[in-house]
């Protein structure tokens, strides 16, 4: 087990303009500069390293896990009343935490089809990924890769790949690479069709992601139809105060 001291504030440095809004609301997806400073970047890299080296990062791997400490960097990200309001801004609505998680592809691997969260578990509504690069991002080290304007087309029927993971059905060649500088922030509907390239330096690739959805969202279980989402969180991730290896599959993008 690991346990982790690091800063526990953590700043949102952004006001929304109508612009933007109106830029995430047309392309299902806004790059949105700045949204953590430098520091705090740092700070959560390194917690997130220290919870990679608790649970094991193997080669060529993605690895995700919602686990984190209380009273580190990620439990302060993932209760930012300021991230809950500018997630809300973008959804137009009050904004509820679903499912936060690291975002790590090892060095050497780590590829990532084209997909929508919404492929995974349905949601009925707006929701939204807030995804946070650690370190700079760029083609060469598996950078997300979005489908603009792909969210207007709903959810899409899924293809399951070799790993297990969900995917379109016709895979773009045409996309948007999201470059990106630690603190940087992009949203992105579940809606919209995104993924990612290996990671072909030699270095882990270093995220950070933290998903909300609007509080009359409802989402489809196969066994048990619709629901409203907020009565019954999918998921449970209360902070821990240390990060244990887990026994089941843990990989993402």
């Known amino acids: 087990?690991?346990?982790?001291?690091?800063?526990?504030?953590?700043?949102?440095?952004?006001?929304?303009?109508?612009?933007?809004?109106?830029?995430?609301?047309?392309?299902?997806w806004l790059l949105i500069p700045g949204l953590l400073d430098?520091?705090?970047?740092?700070?959560?890299?390194?917690?997130?390293?220290?919870?990679?080296?608790?649970?094991?990062?193997?080669?060529?791997?993605?690895?995700?896990?919602?686990?984190?400490?209380?009273?580190?960097?990620?439990?302060?990200?993932?209760?930012?009343?300021?991230?809950?309001?500018?997630?809300?801004?973008?959804?137009?609505?009050?904004?509820?935490?679903?499912?936060?998680?690291?975002a790590v592809k090892s060095p050497g691997g780590g590829k990532f089809s084209f997909h929508q969260d919404n492929q995974y578990t349905n949601h009925d509504g707006p929701s939204i990924n807030l995804w946070f690069a650690l370190e700079p991002m760029r083609e060469e080290n598996g950078c997300l890769r979005m489908l603009p304007r792909s969210h207007r087309d709903g959810t899409l029927d899924a293809l399951v790949d070799d790993d297990q993971h969900k995917r379109v059905p016709i895979q773009p060649t045409r996309f948007t690479p999201v470059r990106m500088e630690p603190g940087d922030c992009v949203a992105f509907s579940r809606l919209t069709v995104h993924g990612s390239g290996a990671n072909v330096t030699a270095t882990p690739r270093v995220g950070y992601a933290v998903q909300f959805h609007r509080e009359d969202v409802k989402a489809w279980w196969p066994d048990e139809g619709w629901?409203?989402?907020?009565?019954r969180p999918r998921f449970s991730f209360p902070p821990v105060s240390a990060i244990s290896r887990p026994t089941g599959r843990v990989d993402g993008h």
């Open 1 to 28: 087990m690991s346990t982790i001291a690091s800063p526990a504030q953590v700043t949102i440095h952004a006001t929304l303009s109508d612009d933007q809004i109106g830029t995430y609301h047309r392309e299902g």
């Open 38 to 102: 430098r520091a705090t970047a740092a700070a959560l890299r390194a917690e997130v390293m220290e919870i990679m080296d608790a649970i094991g990062l193997p080669v060529t791997s993605l690895r995700q896990t919602s686990e984190h400490l209380s009273g580190g960097s990620i439990a302060s990200l993932i209760g930012s009343t300021a991230l809950a309001a500018l997630a809300a801004r973008l959804i137009s609505g009050p904004a509820h935490l679903y499912l936060p998680f690291t």
């Open 227 to 231: 629901f409203p989402l907020i009565d």
